[in-house]
């Protein structure tokens, strides 16, 4: 599985966009790139998955460059209920077993 | 409520004592993950379940851990003769058959006196 690099933190404030980028330079023909969001004592949430070029859906924009060795998770005008830890995975593309590895996330902090 | 449903959402036990956890997963998905969670650290996977198979084991899950799927529906996760290093979150998830995404509980929080 490829390894993803993302930074430890970043901070933001409500209502600017955030870009919160990943290198997974391994990356292979069959993988695909998935952000997830977690909360405090929660579970993580699925947010958005691409293979490649731009993916967008309500809640975020995934940029993946041809070479796909790195994505860019963006969040428009995030609110304060946008802190938490952002995951990058990238995960073989096909609906059998998916043993995806968490790193330690992108913590977003959004003030007032 | 139709995710994925895990209890109890906290344990609080003394060394040496078994606890067991349990997760009952979105009705139409077949495969089923165990993950463990600790402090400021992401998910580590521990197996996976496709149906009633148990398909995959990290080598995290020593011979203290059992996971069962009996039926392929509810799974449940036993610790036996718990430790203080086990204290942490256990958190499931289920995922769809067509579309890979994994559903994930709130977790059950696991404390080792």
């Known amino acids: 599985l490829a390894k993803t690099t993302q930074p430890i933190s970043m901070d933001s404030y409500e209502g600017q966009e955030v870009n919160i980028t990943c290198s997974h330079n391994n990356i292979a023909t069959n993988d695909y790139i998935t952000w997830y969001q977690q909360f405090p004592s929660q579970g993580p949430r699925f947010i958005i998955q691409?293979?490649?070029t731009k993916v967008t859906n309500e809640v975020a924009s995934l940029f993946i460059p041809a070479d796909r060795k790195s994505s860019t998770l963006s969040l428009p005008r995030v609110s304060l209920s946008d802190t938490a830890v952002y995951y990058c995975?990238?995960?073989?593309?096909?609906?059998?077993?998916?043993?995806?590895?968490f790193g330690t996330g992108t913590r977003l902090l959004v003030s007032p | 409520d139709t995710g994925v449903s895990q209890n109890p959402r906290h344990k609080i036990t003394k060394r040496g004592q078994n606890v067991t956890f349990r997760c009952d997963p979105i009705s139409e998905h077949n495969r089923l993950y165990w993950y463990r969670q600790t402090l400021g650290q992401g998910p580590e996977f521990l197996t996976y379940?496709?149906?009633?198979?148990?398909?995959?084991k990290s080598r995290l899950l020593s011979d203290r851990f059992s996971a069962e799927r009996p039926k392929g529906s509810f799974s449940t996760l036993e610790i036996q003769r718990t430790e203080q290093g086990d204290s942490a979150m256990y958190l499931c998830?289920?995922?769809?058959?067509?579309?890979?995404?994994?559903?994930f509980g709130e977790g059950s929080r696991l404390t080792v006196l």
């Open positions: 379940f496709q149906n009633e198979a148990q398909l995959e």
């Open positions: 995975l990238v995960a073989t593309m096909n609906t059998g077993f998916q043993k995806l590895v």
């Open positions: 691409g293979y490649k």
């Open positions: 998830a289920s995922s769809h058959p067509a579309t890979g995404e994994l559903f």
